[in-house]
């Protein structure tokens, strides 16, 4: 009785709360998003004599792109193995959607350096770069808190906290909505940062 | 005794009245996605060998939005999940469009 009472998360709407939230967490994430991509739009013509856009490697992004875009094909891989009770498939996805989401960050990493050091773009040498920096290093940060989430997962696995018979099911399914919305932010910050010519955003 | 129980109670919570995709289904969902993404990178670099931005910007656009309703419907499993859920994202999504309508207006004027 008192495992009922103490598992009785349910809440009026007939989902648990822990889902609940993450989704109030995500629809607020869209406004958190949404204010830096405004800001980068309004700033984005004000270079200050120094670079702008022209500096983007578009095929380098594209590959990073498509390396995130997969990583969340990964990820619901993952919950399905974890949802038919095998853990091993469970464990293999979710190892390969973290390391999807490292190489991603590597290749961000690698692409901000180039651009400090032969471009010399800075944080702080436009309102555009600071812009960009700010927005694009959020982006990151989201990206970097899921790949813990994802070896937390994976290490959970083996310490007998998620299962095969189903416990810990909520808690993959809530990283894993977390991992693909990092997936869709990253899908507008690619075409509207790096795709639509900025003459034409101004 | 106790740990199977909650497992049982997780899964039934889990699981209530949810359709889930097959992972067929979630590779396709994936083919169509990477297919997106190389006609939005065709059409940058159509837009950069001269082809009209008044095609290339809104087909952009477009892809775009495709690329996102698809990763929320079926891998978010929006589409088969509570309509609540579906209302809680909305709501994010209006609010972060009437700051950017907000910011442009003031811009611009």
């Known amino acids: ?202 | 005794m106790t740990d199977t129980h909650d497992a049982q109670q997780e899964q039934d919570q889990q699981g209530q009245h949810q359709y889930h995709p097959s992972t067929g289904e979630y590779w396709q969902i994936a083919a169509i996605l990477a297919v997106l993404t190389a006609v939005e990178i065709g059409l940058y670099y159509a837009g950069q060998a001269g082809m009209a931005a008044s095609v290339t910007i809104p087909g952009l656009i477009i892809l775009t939005i495709l690329k996102f309703v698809l990763v929320v419907l079926w891998f978010m499993h929006l589409r088969f999940d509570r309509p609540v859920l579906n209302r809680l994202f909305i709501i994010g999504l209006i609010f972060a469009g009437v700051l950017y309508g907000i910011v442009a207006l003031i811009t611009l004027t």
Request: aromatic content about 14%.
């Open chain 1, 1 to 202: 009785m008192a495992t009922e009472t103490a598992h009785a998360p349910q809440t009026n709407f007939n989902v648990s709360n822990e889902k609940m939230g993450m989704w109030a967490f995500l629809g607020s994430e869209l406004l958190f998003f949404g204010a830096f991509i405004t800001v980068y739009l309004v700033y984005v013509p004000r270079t200050a004599d120094g670079p702008g856009p022209e500096v983007f490697d578009i095929p380098f992004t594209s590959v990073s792109t498509f390396i995130l875009l997969m990583s969340s094909l990964a990820m619901v891989l993952a919950l399905a193995g974890m949802q038919d009770g095998d853990l091993r498939r469970f464990r293999t996805w979710t190892l390969a959607t973290a390391l999807m989401g490292l190489v991603f960050l590597g290749g961000q990493l690698y692409e901000f350096t180039l651009f400090v050091q032969q471009d010399g773009l800075g944080l702080t040498t436009s309102a555009f770069s600071t812009s960009f920096y700010v927005l694009t290093s959020f982006h990151k940060v989201h990206v970097a808190v899921g790949v813990l989430m994802l070896g937390t997962l994976w290490f959970m696995s083996f310490t007998g906290r998620i299962r095969a018979d189903g416990q810990g099911t909520n808690a993959v399914e809530n990283v894993g909505l977390y991992w693909h919305f990092v997936d869709i932010i990253w899908i507008i910050i690619f075409t509207v940062v790096y795709l639509i010519p900025v003459d034409l955003v101004t």
